[in-house]
């Protein structure tokens, strides 16, 4: 089976710019979640999305947004990028609903955002 | 007090040893624990899961937790200097879907 993939794998972006990343979940998973790693802060939780619904939500401003779509593919827009949003963003998979005993997630390669 | 706290390392064991990496939890009513690899510049690779008190072993690897204690480690047997690297642990906080929080990780040197 084919892993997690992401696109772009890098991005040079400016201050003030949007920003669309892509992620294709393993096959037949349906969860998404998404996640911002820096080596400030380390890996910190974006938002999850589960049938094309946003399950579960961390502590990002609204400037950062995400969709899933029905083949469970997800995107993650990040609108009047700042300087501090330079970071891997990194897509994890899941095939099962979670919560509780929730299945393990597998993370794809990542996106290196850069905003100059 | 972070949610997830783990000791930043570095932990340095010679080759052959056995490396013990420990992470501690706040949330009690925590359900999933994940430890995590991470090589410099790489994504995150899982390691283990676990989810009840008590040890699992896959190889190598022995993921211990103890919830009573909001305690979780991670042996690793016979070390190898490919064994170099940061080690996360995760513990999901959602009762209803997925959502990790991440210790800081701990680094990890394999020495000769």
């Known amino acids: 089976k084919a892993g997690v993939t992401q696109t772009p794998r890098y991005l040079i972006k400016t201050r003030g710019q949007q920003v669309t990343l892509s992620c294709s979940p393993i096959?037949?998973?349906?969860?998404v979640s998404w996640y911002q790693q820096t080596p400030g802060q380390g890996l910190q939780f974006l938002f999850e999305?589960?049938?094309?619904?946003?399950?579960n939500k961390g502590n990002f401003p609204g400037r950062f947004s995400g969709r899933q779509f029905s083949n469970s593919r997800s995107e993650m827009n990040v609108s009047t990028l700042e300087l501090g949003d330079s970071a891997l963003y990194l897509c994890?998979?899941?095939?099962?609903?979670?919560?509780?005993?929730?299945?393990?997630?597998?993370f794809g390669p990542g996106t290196r955002l850069t905003v100059l | 007090q972070k949610e997830v706290e783990q000791n930043s390392g570095p932990l340095s064991v010679p080759e052959g040893a056995i490396a013990s990496l420990n992470c501690t939890y706040s949330?009690?009513?925590?359900?999933?624990f994940f430890w995590y690899r991470q090589y410099s510049g790489k994504s995150p690779e899982l390691i283990m899961s676990i989810y009840s008190n008590g040890d699992k072993e896959d190889g190598r690897f022995t993921a211990q937790l103890n919830k009573a204690s909001q305690y979780v480690s991670l042996l690793i047997r016979d070390s190898q200097p490919s064994d170099s690297a940061t080690y996360l642990c995760a513990v999901n906080l959602s009762q209803r879907g997925n959502k990790l929080t991440f210790g800081t990780g701990t680094q990890l040197k394999v020495e000769l």
């Open positions: 949330d009690r009513g925590s359900q999933s």
């Open positions: 994890a998979s899941s095939p099962l609903a979670g919560g509780g005993r929730t299945d393990t997630q597998y």
């Open positions: 999305y589960f049938s094309e619904t946003q399950r």
């Open positions: 096959s037949g998973h349906r969860s």
